[in-house]
């Protein structure tokens, strides 16, 4: 028994002795890059080790690597011989070791082995070139390098996306024309100019500084008007044209140099003083009265009537009418009086300052009321001060007397009266008596009582008789 058992064990031994032996010549027979020989598998490559690199910063690309990131990679060999057709694979991961998906990582030997590297027995130094899909976002990444799967990516070095902007600010400026300054204070340029024409323009030389190039192509827009392009003289953005404007209100200018930020300016026309205009050498007069529309109603639009004034200066003039309305008891304040000159502009009279008309020079310039609407029945005093530059202001008070729409106005009746050709009454045998017809007409809707009185000749005296019914003096009724 105890013979069998060690016959079985010696067995046992000599199996696993040649097993053993088998796969040694095996492992020795077969190329590195192959797991399998046959049905037999034996164990990957891991002589091949990538340094660990945290700290070295890859680069911006040159030499047909613009726009990529390049560095390198130690790659070390822990056999004696050389390692034949070693695939490397690189990936970039962001500043949370997440795995960016738009970078992709070429590895070469020497830029000569683009995809399997023979790594020699003492290793080698590999290059790394990255490049990214669009513009990655500002921030420190990962790159790494692995031979088997992304889990064993060993890093290899870094990439500092940093914030590209550029800026440029503004060194100095000076007025573009003669006849007024300009000069930089903080972020306004403040323009200053003694007897400047009214309508006016101004322009600035704007001298940049910073990141911005010589003869750079620019943008500037004032306020929200069309923006205008330029090109730098060296560094020197001129604009020209530059409206003032009778308010002198601030403007703002943007401008934007090529790759830069935009730089934004006040202009500032506080400084700006216009030429007086000469006082007037003539007068503003007023022309017959001032008519209000016809038959005005309460609550009713009406329009005609006129102010009509005599400029004898020896330019247009401005004349200030202001309109002032005692109404009756109870009116509204809702009132409108409101004219205008020829086919200028609707002005409102009643406003606290009244309301300015340039008059030109002649005999009769006609302002038409537009618009009077009074709106409570009765009767209104309406007072006009009418105010020419540089003359003394004119006063009119206008009565004027506002209906009920909605009240009938009574109706007038009128009867006028025809005295026709007399002829001789032959039954007066003294032939002192005529005959003749008179006509009475009546206008209107309603009967009306008419007295007849005496009759006055040209020659002599008469006595009038209308019929034998109606003695002089009576009252008929003309139907």
Same mark, same amino acid.
């Given at each position: 028994t105890?013979?069998m058992r060690?016959?079985?064990?010696l ?26 020989d ?8 891991t ?26 990679? @130690? ?5 004696s ?12 991961t ?9 970078a ?20 080698c130094?590999?290059? #790394?070139? #990255?490049e990214? @899909? ?16 992304? =889990? ?8 500092n996306?940093?914030?590209?902007t550029k ?36 322009g ?10 010589d003869?750079?192509?620019?943008t500037?827009?004032?306020d ?29 200018? @943007? ?13 500032n ?6 030429v ?21 109603k ?8 006129s ?9 247009? @003039?401005d #004349?200030t ?20 000159l020829? =086919? ?10 009244g ?6 020079v002649?005999?009769? =310039?006609?302002?038409?009321? %537009?618009? #009077?609407t ?11 001060t ?12 206008? $009565?004027?007397?506002v ?5 009938? %106005? ?17 039954s007066d ?28 000749l ?12 109606? $003695? ?8």
């Amino acid at each position: 028994t105890m013979r069998m058992r060690m016959k079985k064990l010696l067995s046992i031994l000599l199996v696993t002795a040649m097993l053993a032996s088998m796969a040694v010549t095996a492992f020795a027979d077969t190329p590195a890059a192959s797991n399998f020989d046959g049905d037999i598998m034996v164990a990957a490559v891991t002589d091949i080790g990538i340094t660990e690199d945290t700290s070295t910063a890859f680069t911006k690309g040159t030499d047909g690597n613009e726009g990529k990131w390049v560095g390198t990679a @130690t790659v070390t060999n822990g056999s004696s011989s050389d390692e034949t057709g070693v695939t490397f694979t690189g990936i970039v991961t962001d500043s949370k070791d997440t795995k960016v998906e738009g970078a992709t990582v070429e590895v070469t030997l020497q830029a000569t082995q683009p995809t399997a590297i023979d790594v020699p027995a003492d290793g080698c130094t590999l290059d #790394v070139v #990255v490049e990214f @899909t669009g513009t990655p976002a500002v921030g420190e990444y990962k790159v790494k390098l692995h031979t088997g799967t992304e =889990n064993e990516a060993v890093q290899v070095g870094t990439i500092n996306i940093e914030d590209e902007t550029k800026t440029a600010t503004v060194a100095s400026v000076e007025a573009a024309a003669k006849d007024y300054t300009a000069k930089l204070e903080g972020t306004a340029i403040k323009f200053e100019a003694a007897d400047f024409a009214k309508g006016g323009t101004v322009g600035v030389k704007i001298t940049l500084t910073g990141d911005v190039a010589d003869n750079a192509e620019c943008t500037y827009q004032i306020d929200s008007s069309k923006a205008e392009t330029a090109t730098l003289g060296g560094k020197v953005l001129t604009i020209e044209g530059i409206a003032v404007g009778e308010e002198k209100t601030s403007k703002t200018l @943007t401008i934007t140099p090529a790759g830069c930020e935009a730089i934004e300016l006040t202009l500032n026309f506080d400084g700006i003083n216009f030429v007086v205009d000469p006082a007037p050498t003539g007068d503003v007069t007023l022309v017959g009265d001032v008519t209000l529309p016809e038959n005005l109603k309460a609550g009713e639009k009406a329009t005609g009537g006129s102010i009509v004034l005599k400029n004898t200066n020896t330019a247009a @003039t401005d #004349v200030t009418i202001k309109a002032e309305i005692t109404p009756p008891q109870g009116a509204k304040a809702t009132d409108v009086i409101k004219a205008k000159l020829g =086919n200028g502009e609707e002005k409102d009279l009643l406003a606290d300052v009244g309301a300015t008309f340039s008059i030109p020079v002649g005999n009769s =310039n006609t302002i038409t009321f %537009s618009d #009077v609407t009074l709106n409570t029945p009765g009767n209104y005093s309406i007072k006009f001060t009418i105010t020419p530059v540089g003359s003394q202001a004119i006063t009119k008070t206008v $009565a004027a007397t506002v209906t009920d729409p909605n009240t009938n %106005s009574p109706v007038t009746t009128t009867v006028t009266a025809a005295l026709g050709a007399f002829t001789l009454d032959k039954s007066d045998t003294t032939g002192k008596t005529y005959t003749g017809e008179l006509t009475l007409t009546r206008t209107g809707t309603d009967s009306v009582d008419v007295t007849v009185t005496d009759v006055t000749l040209s020659k002599g005296t008469a006595t009038i008789t209308i019929d034998d019914a109606a $003695a002089k003096g009576k009252k008929i009724t003309v139907n």
